[in-house]
């Protein structure tokens, strides 16, 4: 059965080094990979999406790499800021058509100053 | 603030009580869905809804009852819960049309539901 695997432990670091999650996956062929952001008691919050295509991509202090051999995408922060405390969620669409996006069970991040 | 809006916030209900979920989105989208969210757990998509039609079902129970009046207005009516139904229900919506790319999702805060 399809599956997306993120760390289930929380990740703590420390202000201004840089955050890796690790999403991976099993049983898909993903077209698109996104990651959201989720603070206590909200609706996750969009970051970025990258494409099967597409090896990497960057937004500000943020960088997703996504490796269909390997099944597998990094996200990163770098010069993390402890209002970067969150968790993120990656989630895959299998296909361009239909509504079924997919949802990895999240990564806790906290910063410490 | 995303432009998706949830009521209530919070809800506490017995397992005889019938309630119902509103979302309203204020983005223009076509697609609506209902997730549940549980501790620990993937979002779990229920419903998805594109202009007013149901597309998606995610084999949910029938005790989760969805409407969609229209593309912005999306609720999920609830009876005869189960306590292993608490968790918290989010609502989201998305321009991305039949047949084309993943468009972002837009959640609302979510109504966090306590069944007793």
């Known amino acids: 059965s399809q599956k997306i695997e993120q760390n289930s432990e929380a990740l703590n670091i420390q202000e201004g080094k840089t955050a890796t999650l690790t999403c991976n996956y099993t049983n898909y062929s993903p077209a698109y990979l996104q990651w959201y952001r989720q603070d206590p008691g909200r609706g996750p919050v969009f970051l970025l999406l990258i494409r099967e295509n597409e090896k990497e991509k960057r937004k500000e202090r943020l960088k997703v790499t996504f490796d269909t051999t390997l099944k597998q995408s990094l996200f990163h922060i770098t010069a993390s800021q402890p209002a970067d405390s969150a968790t993120y969620l990656c989630?895959?669409?299998?296909?361009?058509?239909?509504?079924?996006?997919?949802f990895g069970a999240g990564t806790r991040l906290f910063v410490k100053a | 603030e995303t432009g998706v809006t949830q009521t209530p916030r919070h809800l506490v209900m017995g397992m005889t009580n019938k309630k119902s979920l509103k979302c309203e989105q204020h983005l223009g989208h076509n697609a609506m869905y209902w997730y549940k969210q549980s501790a620990k757990k993937p979002l779990e998509l229920m419903f998805v809804?594109?202009?007013?039609?149901?597309?998606e079902n995610n084999s949910v129970p029938s005790r989760f009852s969805p409407e969609c009046p229209n593309s912005s207005h999306l609720f999920l009516h609830l009876h005869t819960l189960q306590p292993e139904d608490s968790a918290l229900y989010l609502c989201?919506?998305?321009?991305?049309?039949?047949?084309?790319?993943?468009?972002?999702?837009?959640f609302g805060p979510g109504t966090r539901l306590l069944v007793l």
């Open positions: 989201a919506s998305s321009g991305r049309l039949a047949g084309g790319p993943p468009e972002t999702q837009y």
């Open positions: 809804y594109n202009f007013k039609e149901q597309t």
């Open positions: 989630a895959l669409d299998p296909y361009t058509g239909g509504f079924k996006t997919i």
